[in-house]
């Protein structure tokens, strides 16, 4: 009875030892003490807006962020901006961007009004697509939320009343994918 009592014990005294001894190791003290380092960007910078709303990193490295007042893509060095899209298309009334998805070689924006669009790294410097999803009636549907899917080229987008869309960006075509019967 003694010997399994002195055996427990001496294990726990070494489970209590190797404990703290990877408690009290440099490398988890020195891991609590970093730092990590943030850089304030705004427009002084070149950033479209200062109020930035989303952000995403594409294939060739660009960040992207989406602003109030429209877009903007880094390339480490200087900020292309996308400002004036209610100024060139004009169903829109709402330079705000509030989601980005990459993909290879397309972006995808959503803006405050609902409507998407495209920008393509390989064909376009400069311009925005604008997509529209209309229903059967030719009513122009708002999306508020877009995610990215796992299959290249697809994105959901979901309207106020929480119906589902799946958009194809490659071929700019929509379906309804779910409905809601709210």
């Known amino acids: 009875f003694n010997l399994k009592i002195t055996f427990n014990s001496y294990f726990l005294s070494i489970n209590f030892k190797f404990v703290l001894i990877i408690f009290f190791s440099p490398g988890c003290i020195y891991s609590q003490f970093q730092k990590l380092k943030f850089e304030n960007i705004t427009t002084k910078d070149g950033l479209a807006a200062n109020r930035v709303l989303c952000m995403a990193i594409d294939s060739l490295g660009y960040r992207w962020y989406g602003t109030s007042l429209g877009a903007s893509r880094f390339d480490g060095v200087h ?3 996308f400002t004036n899209i209610a100024n060139d298309i004009p169903e829109i009334s709402s330079n705000s961007i509030r989601d980005i998805i990459c993909y290879k070689e397309d972006i995808i924006f959503l803006n405050s009004d609902g409507l998407l669009y495209t920008y393509n790294l390989e064909k376009s410097l400069t311009k925005l697509v604008v997509f529209k999803i209309n229903d059967q009636s030719n009513n122009l549907i708002k999306i508020r939320n ?6 290249d080229n697809i994105v959901f987008g979901f309207d106020i009343k929480n119906n589902m869309y799946k958009i194809n960006i490659k071929k700019l075509t929509y379906e309804l994918a779910y409905w809601s019967n709210e």
């Open 146 to 151: 877009i995610c990215k899917s796992t299959i």
């Open 79 to 81: 900020y292309d901006n």
